[in-house]
């Protein structure tokens, strides 16, 4: 049972538009679905806009990690997303109605057992599930999030290119505030970060790095990607496809090797190729995942000449501060628009790589 307050007197309508997966037969359709009624424990948000994560594409391909994406009855794709409150369950504290917020998509969790504190997906009491991965997601303009999830959005942040901050945005934060604390005393100012794959994370991963200051060298396949980096301030950038002997390079740039790699890509190549850019004791933070497993020497983790550590999109608290970061230093996502009847298109378009950026619906 809901308080309605924010509605301003106007009526929901009954039925919505809903970009759903079908798991029956892998496939994605418009369909019609009522709005949700919300529980005790959840937000009726009016979705702003909602956008695409290259993990959405896992519901389309077999995976290594045999995850069971989507069994049983359709239901609305989408993991990233932001709006403002309609209405509160009874059991929510510290939001009201007309707040702006975002959210992480995990629910079926405690939140508060030592495994939802490194992340909600290791819930030692529920059975954790991804909205937009089995269960409801954003790419309908009604939506029901637990409000553990939820994180106001400061003012002044534009809602219609926000969506891709509570995925790409919090990954690439988290992967970036990883990365520091682990490199905890060098300057800024005389640290390299090489940020490898340019697209949605690491357009973002850049935009932090240069705000706190780091050189930052983009990496990517894609010269549309490089584009983008050296647009977010990226001091210089290669493309290992062209330049073969970009590792050289970089060694002959940064005297030693970059003192950090952030890896976003879901390429195992990538990923072989990054302890010969480190320096001795170098970073490599492994963010993108690709489907098969990676390998590494033992020998340069266990002497130390790599240090090989992981980030990814984090809890809800991390979330905020992300915010608040991205607030103060204008960090923006790029957002290429589509409306929700153009879903199937800009499925296309991101499965065959063409997109700049992030790609999301916004609603009016
Ligand atoms: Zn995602
Ligand atoms: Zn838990």
Not at 136 to 160: C, T
Not at 275 to 302: C, E, H, W, Y
Request: glycine content about 10%; charged content about 20%.
């Amino acid at each position: 049972m809901g308080i309605d307050m924010a509605t301003n007197g106007t009526q929901l309508p009954e039925k919505q538009k809903a970009a759903q997966f079908n798991p029956k037969d892998q496939t994605v359709s418009i369909n019609e679905i009522p709005i949700p009624s919300i529980k005790p424990h959840e937000i009726l948000v009016k979705v702003k806009s909602a956008s695409l994560c290259h993990s959405d594409l896992m519901l389309f391909e077999p995976n290594e990690q045999n995850l069971t994406l989507g069994t049983g009855a359709p239901f609305t794709m989408g993991h990233e997303a932001c709006g403002t409150i309609l209405q509160l369950g009874s059991d929510v504290q510290g939001f009201e109605p007309g707040d702006n917020i975002g959210w992480l998509p995990i629910v079926d969790c405690c939140y508060d057992c030592d495994g939802c504190q490194v992340h909600n997906l290791h819930c030692e009491n529920g059975t954790p599930q991804v909205q937009g991965m089995s269960v409801d997601g954003y790419f309908q303009e009604y939506v029901a999030i637990h409000w553990r999830n939820a994180a106001k959005i400061p003012a002044g942040m534009d809602l219609s290119t926000l969506a891709p901050m509570f995925c790409a945005g919090c990954t690439a934060f988290n992967s970036v505030t990883d990365t520091v604390a682990e490199l905890k005393g060098s300057e800024p100012a005389e640290t390299w970060v090489a940020v490898v794959g340019c697209g949605g994370l690491g357009h973002l991963g850049i935009q932090y790095l240069k705000a706190m200051g780091y050189k930052v060298i983009g990496i990517d396949l894609s010269p549309d990607a490089l584009e983008e980096a050296k647009t977010q301030g990226a001091d210089h950038v290669f493309n290992p496809g062209t330049e073969e002997d970009y590792i050289a390079q970089i060694k002959q740039l940064t005297g030693k090797g970059v003192h950090a790699a952030i890896n976003y890509t879901n390429s195992v190549p990538a990923y072989s190729s990054n302890p010969s850019l480190l320096r001795t004791n170098g970073v490599l933070m492994v963010t993108g995942i690709p489907q098969k497993p990676l390998q590494f020497s033992a020998m340069d983790i266990s002497m130390n000449r790599i240090r090989v550590r992981g980030s990814n999109n984090g809890t809800t608290p991390r979330l905020r501060e992300c915010l608040e970061f991205s607030g103060k230093y204008g960090i923006k996502p790029h957002l290429t628009r589509y409306r929700l009847e153009e879903f199937g298109e800009m499925l296309g378009v991101m499965r065959e790589g063409r997109g700049v950026g992030r790609l999301g619906v916004v609603f009016d």
